[in-house]
């Protein structure tokens, strides 16, 4: 069993940047690939970073990529989502999401409960 955590949200304006952290407890996050999803009111939860569970790879949306870095803290047990010049269109809750297989293809085991980022333009 692995509980994820998120911090890291708040109200920025846009160009400013947030980092985004998950903590990993009850299993080492490097057992999983992880990754970072986001929902923004009435739309569905859409991808956004992946890092493998080596992290010896990433995958990121065509909408973010360029501007948030995911990574990851061994010795923490904790995930990281750098997101730099942001946009309104990046408000939006998100979540940290864990797997033992992909985070792109699925399934996932395991999901925070999410953290709230507002851009104001």
């Known amino acids: 069993q692995v509980q994820l955590v998120e911090s890291g949200g708040g109200l920025v304006q846009a160009g400013e940047s947030l980092r985004l952290s998950c903590a990993a407890s009850g299993r080492t996050i490097s057992s999983y690939a992880t990754g970072w999803f986001r929902q923004a009111p009435g739309k569905e939860r859409e991808f956004v970073a992946a890092i493998s569970w080596r992290g010896s790879s990433t995958s990121y949306a065509d909408s973010v990529k360029g501007r948030f870095t995911i990574s990851t803290d061994i010795a923490k047990n904790t995930a990281y989502l750098q997101m730099n010049s942001l946009k309104p269109e990046d408000t939006a809750r998100y979540y940290c999401?864990?797997?033992?297989?992909?985070?792109?293809?699925?399934?996932?085991?395991?999901w925070g409960q999410g953290t709230q980022v507002t851009v104001s333009s």
């Open positions: 999401a864990a797997s033992r297989m992909s985070v792109v293809a699925g399934p996932i085991d395991y």
